[in-house]
């Protein structure tokens, strides 16, 4: 959870936060009022629901709370939910079709969004233009000698809605035997929620390649880097290869991606050198858009 002042620059107080302590925040917040204005708070998960909402409830002329990620019930208690549109998959006519009559009161959230709630496509995240110039220049001499067209592939892990193994592994070893022709360079890192039954069938078949560099697992991690040299991504569906085998909610995220030419199955007869162009998403910088017009109706600022 990240606390700010939204009338000043000044963090002064909130390094001595070292853990959120929601009494705490709560009375700063009121000290701090006619001096500094509202706080600003803007927490991310279900572990910090909780915390978030009694600031909300101790302060409530004091703060502005700004909920990442959907609370499942009673919206109210936040100021602003900031949650991806696919969370209401189940609100859609065929995730009703899928849905036993007796088990639609338990699926969340049960109601449309309404004006305090900003849905997103995708993720949020920092990699906007100018975190990207810093990552060129940081990983230059690394990446830029680099044959193009450099392809990256990252492999995460399986979660309970998108499910594969040494199967997919395979199938992706193949697909990418069949495209290293038109590849200068091949770049493979691995995520901790990998499975070493996958992450070893990638490492035999590829190790020893000439084209081929796989991450280690070591620090420094390259994925900004890549994301600023890359030519070309090969991502696993759980975060698109194998989409297909992916369910409820996360398809219907696959679906509302392709159709936005974002993404493209994996096939295994692509030109690397070939490129498509999308408008770029920008969720993180709208959301903090519609953040700032709600802070304005009512009549705070935040001060940059």
């Known amino acids: 959870?990240?606390?700010?002042?939204?009338?000043?620059?000044?963090?002064?107080?909130?390094?001595?936060?070292?853990?959120?302590?929601?009494?705490?925040?709560a009375k700063m917040a009121r000290e701090t009022f006619e001096k500094d204005g509202p706080l600003l708070v803007v927490a991310?998960?279900?572990?910090?629901?909780?915390?978030?909402?009694?600031?909300?409830?101790?302060?409530?002329?004091?703060?502005?709370?700004?909920?990442?990620?959907?609370?499942?019930?009673?919206?109210?208690?936040?100021?602003?939910?900031?949650?991806?549109?696919?969370?209401?998959?189940s609100l859609t006519p065929h995730a009703r079709e899928q849905i036993p009559w007796f088990l639609r009161r338990w699926i969340t959230p049960r109601e449309p969004p309404d004006r305090h709630v900003v849905l997103t496509v995708g993720a949020l995240h920092q990699a906007d233009s100018a975190a990207l110039r810093s990552a060129a220049s940081a990983w230059h001499d690394e990446?830029?000698?680099?044959?193009?067209?450099?392809?990256?592939?990252?492999?995460?892990?399986?979660?309970?809605?998108?499910?594969?193994?040494?199967?997919?592994?395979?199938?992706?070893?193949?697909?990418?035997?069949?495209?290293?022709?038109?590849?200068?360079?091949?770049?493979?890192?691995?995520s901790r929620r990998t499975s070493q039954k996958v992450s070893k069938i990638l490492v035999r078949e590829f190790s020893n390649h000439p084209k081929v560099y796989i991450w280690d697992g070591e620090d420094p991690n390259p994925h900004m880097g890549h994301l600023a040299w890359?030519?070309?991504?090969?991502?696993?569906?759980?975060?698109?290869?194998?989409?297909?085998?992916?369910?409820?909610?996360?398809?219907?995220?696959?679906?509302?991606?392709?159709?936005?030419?974002?993404?493209?199955?994996?096939t295994g007869i692509e030109d690397i050198s070939e490129s498509w162009g999308y408008p770029p998403l920008n969720d993180a910088a709208e959301a903090a858009s519609r953040v700032h017009e709600a802070l304005a109706e009512r009549g705070w600022q935040l001060r940059s």
Not at 7 to 19: M, R, V, W
Request: include cysteine.
């Open 1 to 25: 959870m990240m606390p700010h002042l939204a009338e000043t620059g000044d963090s002064a107080g909130l390094a001595d936060i070292l853990e959120a302590d929601a009494k705490q925040i």
């Open 44 to 89: 991310s998960g279900q572990d910090t629901i909780s915390v978030t909402s009694s600031i909300k409830q101790l302060a409530q002329e004091n703060v502005f709370v700004v909920q990442i990620q959907h609370p499942r019930s009673r919206l109210n208690r936040f100021d602003l939910v900031i949650t991806p549109r696919h969370d209401y998959y």
């Open 143 to 190: 990446l830029a000698p680099l044959p193009k067209p450099l392809l990256v592939v990252n492999i995460g892990g399986p979660t309970r809605h998108c499910r594969y193994g040494a199967d997919l592994a395979k199938q992706l070893t193949a697909l990418l035997q069949n495209v290293l022709w038109s590849c200068g360079s091949l770049r493979i890192s691995f």
């Open 230 to 266: 890359a030519d070309a991504f090969v991502i696993t569906a759980d975060s698109v290869i194998g989409a297909e085998r992916c369910t409820w909610k996360f398809a219907d995220f696959h679906k509302r991606l392709q159709e936005r030419g974002v993404v493209r199955p994996f």
